[in-house]
C-alpha cells in the first residue's frame, strides 16, 4: 500500500533519449515533467540488473556534470554522461520532493507513456 501511495505522489516518468552514436560518452535529453521539481540520473551496464545512481570508479570525474537546459523554447533537458553507449543503459527519474518516478530508460521498452482516457 506504501508503494502505490509514493506512486501516486510522484510525477510521471519523463520521455527520455539517448545520443551515443560515434562518441565516447552519451548525452541523455529529456523533457520537463509537470509537477517535477528534480531529476535523479542512473546508469546500468547492459548486463546489470539494478540501475546506478553514481559513476562507476576509473571513470572521469566521479558524477556527471549536471542537468542543462538544453532549449528553453522546447523545455528539452540535456546531461552528458562520460560513458559509451554501447556498454551501458541511461534513465531518469522525475522527483516532486521525496516522491520519485520510477527510472525511464532511453532503450525501446523502457519509457512510460501516460494512458489517455477515452472521450
Not at 23 to 40: F, M, N, Q
Not at 54 to 67: A, D, F, H, M, S
Not at 109 to 115: I, R
Amino acid at each position: 500500500m506504501r508503494a502505490l501511495h509514493h506512486l501516486a505522489m510522484a510525477p510521471m516518468p519523463p520521455r527520455v533519449t539517448a545520443d551515443a552514436a560515434v562518441r565516447l560518452d552519451t548525452e541523455v535529453k529529456w523533457a520537463e515533467v509537470p509537477g517535477a521539481d528534480s531529476y535523479d540520473l542512473f546508469v546500468r551496464r547492459t548486463d546489470e540488473g539494478y540501475w546506478r545512481s553514481e559513476l562507476p570508479e576509473g571513470t572521469r570525474g566521479e558524477r556527471w556534470e549536471g542537468i542543462k537546459l538544453a532549449d528553453p523554447a522546447d523545455g528539452m533537458l540535456t546531461d552528458v554522461i562520460p560513458l559509451r553507449g554501447d556498454d551501458w543503459l541511461f534513465g531518469v527519474s522525475a522527483c516532486a520532493g521525496d516522491y520519485c518516478s520510477p527510472v525511464s530508460s532511453a532503450v525501446p521498452g523502457g519509457a512510460f507513456e501516460p494512458v489517455e482516457q477515452p472521450e
